[in-house]
């Protein structure tokens, strides 16, 4: 059964980091396509970044670029994301998903496995 599990979420202080961690099982991820999306509190989900098989990558969302990273590791079938400088506004659950396709898409629809998300709180 393919499964995608996050973790590393939690509360932290207007200026701190939080590294989200997500484990991929049933599939290996080398040839997938990855992303981390996040929903606000009473908003829709939406895309914060990408990343293809090839390690290229793509942030959707304006106000995390340069603060936050993606990555993988296909080795250890995860891909990460690095949240530094949190603001209050990135509070919300973060999910990470695999892709059907072998591009990066910001459109929810492109992705067919999602985790169950994670949840941050960004919070003085």
């Known amino acids: 059964q393919w499964q995608l599990v996050e973790s590393g979420g939690g509360s932290v202080q207007p200026g701190g980091s939080l590294s989200l961690s997500c484990a991929a099982s049933?599939?290996?991820?080398?040839?997938?396509?990855l992303g981390w999306f996040y929903r606000a509190p009473g908003l829709g989900r939406e895309a914060l970044s990408c990343?293809?098989?090839?390690?290229?990558?793509?942030y959707y969302k304006n106000s995390v670029k340069g603060r936050f990273t993606i990555s993988r590791d296909d080795a250890k079938n995860m891909v990460y994301l690095q949240m530094n400088n949190l603001k209050p506004e990135d509070t919300g659950v973060y999910y990470c998903?695999?892709?059907?396709?072998?591009?990066?898409?910001?459109?929810?629809?492109?992705?067919?496995?999602w985790g169950q998300g994670t949840q941050v709180t960004v919070s003085s």
């Open positions: 049933g599939f290996t991820i080398d040839l997938q396509t």
């Open positions: 990343i293809t098989s090839d390690g290229d990558t793509t």
């Open positions: 998903a695999r892709s059907w396709k072998n591009y990066c898409s910001g459109d929810s629809d492109a992705y067919n496995y």
